[in-house]
């Protein structure tokens, strides 16, 4: 059975610090997407990240791929009120016939 | 980017009536759209991949004579949960993959809050 796992669930951060979000898939993938959602809202798209080694940035948010390990990390730097949201992994598996897998979620809450 | 919209943005339907969720890609063409669940404060779960002009795929578990899924054109697809009950209550959300090779991504519709009383 394929898994996306996140890591934390949930997170609590002061403003101004730094911490990383963690997506770990159990099978080969074509690629991986990062998504935000609000309280009571759908996705919006962040990042995609499509080969070993991607490195994407936007903003106190950058996002890495580690295909070799199955692995792929959300970095929040010095983090603001307004990144508060629950951010979500999609993996994308046997392209051609997609297989979409979200990770668990994890809800970020940034205190003042 | 592409635009995916839902109609409606909610519904409040009383238990054992059907209820029908539209899909609709407003600027390009979509041969394959997909519809997602989302109870509170849980992740997304693909219901099925809805394919035009033919049967949709429902992923393990979901049950394909509850929740109907006609894909009629390139630019709409439809949900419809049938006999619903307050079990079924949730976000619904649909997706569709755009582009080719590197470019494919997903563009998600803003979601529709199903309530049955």
């Known amino acids: 059975e394929l898994k996306v796992e996140q890591n934390p669930l949930f997170l609590s951060m002061q403003e101004e610090k730094n911490y990383t979000i963690y997506c770990n898939y159990s099978?080969?993938?074509?690629?991986l997407y990062w998504y935000r959602q609000d309280p009571g809202k759908s996705l919006e798209s962040l990042f995609v990240?499509?080969?070993?080694?991607a490195v994407k940035q936007e903003g106190r948010l950058m996002a890495s791929l580690d295909t070799k390990a199955r692995l792929s990390t959300l970095h929040i730097t010095a983090a603001v009120h307004d990144l508060s949201a629950t951010y979500f992994c999609?993996?994308?598996?046997?392209?051609?016939?997609?297989?979409?897998?979200f990770g668990t979620g994890t809800r970020l809450t940034i205190i003042p | 980017g592409a635009v995916v919209s839902q109609h409606p943005s909610w519904v409040i339907c009383k238990s054992g009536t059907s209820v029908k969720i539209e899909c609709r890609s407003l600027?390009?063409?979509?041969?394959?759209m997909f519809w997602y669940r989302q109870f509170p404060k849980q992740s997304l779960m693909l219901m099925a991949t809805?394919?035009?002009?033919?049967?949709?795929?429902?992923e393990q578990g979901v049950e394909k004579d509850k929740f109907l899924i006609n894909h009629a054109s390139l630019t709409l697809s439809t949900l419809t949960v049938t006999s619903a009950h307050p079990e079924d209550s949730s976000f619904y959300i649909c997706?569709?993959?755009?582009?080719?090779?590197?470019?494919?991504?997903?563009?998600f519709g803003p979601g529709t809050r199903l309530t049955v009383t």
């Open positions: 990240l499509l080969s070993n080694g």
């Open positions: 999609l993996l994308l598996s046997n392209f051609g016939n997609e297989k979409l897998t």
């Open positions: 809805s394919n035009e002009g033919s049967k949709a795929t429902y």
């Open positions: 600027d390009f063409q979509a041969t394959t």
């Open positions: 099978t080969t993938s074509d690629r």
């Open positions: 997706s569709v993959g755009l582009g080719q090779g590197l470019g494919y991504e997903q563009y």
